[in-house]
């Protein structure tokens, strides 16, 4: 069974940065490519970025290009979204997720999730 626990969430301020840790156990972790959703108030749960497993691939969505960027420590079971100039739209609950293959857009094409770290941001 593979285990997903985000950290790193947090209140911070507009212009502000942050960076999430997405920790995973359970599976050997090279083999699985990790991906970052976010999910706002009343909003669907959007695509955010995600890593191949061995980390030469990554794919960012449109609206966080320039800010946010994903990275992998397989050394430390861990995938990173270091968010930078960060908006109030930015504020979310924050979700990894994890599948075998390559990385995918859409939620629906991963298999095991973390319970989520809240992002906040006041202006």
């Known amino acids: 069974q593979v285990q997903l626990v985000e950290s790193g969430g947090g209140l911070v301020q507009v212009g502000d940065s942050l960076r999430l840790a997405c920790t995973v156990s359970?599976?050997?972790?090279?083999?699985?490519?990790v991906g970052w959703f976010r999910q706002g108030p009343g909003k669907d749960r959007e695509f955010v970025a995600a890593?191949?497993?061995?980390?030469?691939?990554?794919n960012h969505a449109e609206f966080v290009k320039g800010r946010f960027s994903i990275s992998r420590d397989n050394a430390k079971n861990t995938v990173y979204l270091q968010m930078n100039s960060l908006k109030v739209d930015d504020t979310a609950v924050y979700l990894c997720?994890?599948?075998?293959?390559?990385?995918?857009?859409?939620?629906?094409?991963?298999?095991?999730w973390g319970q989520g770290t809240q992002v906040t941001v006041s202006s």
């Open positions: 890593i191949s497993g061995r980390g030469d691939f990554t």
């Open positions: 359970g599976r050997t972790f090279a083999s699985l490519s």
């Open positions: 997720a994890a599948r075998l293959g390559g990385t995918r857009q859409l939620a629906g094409g991963y298999d095991y």
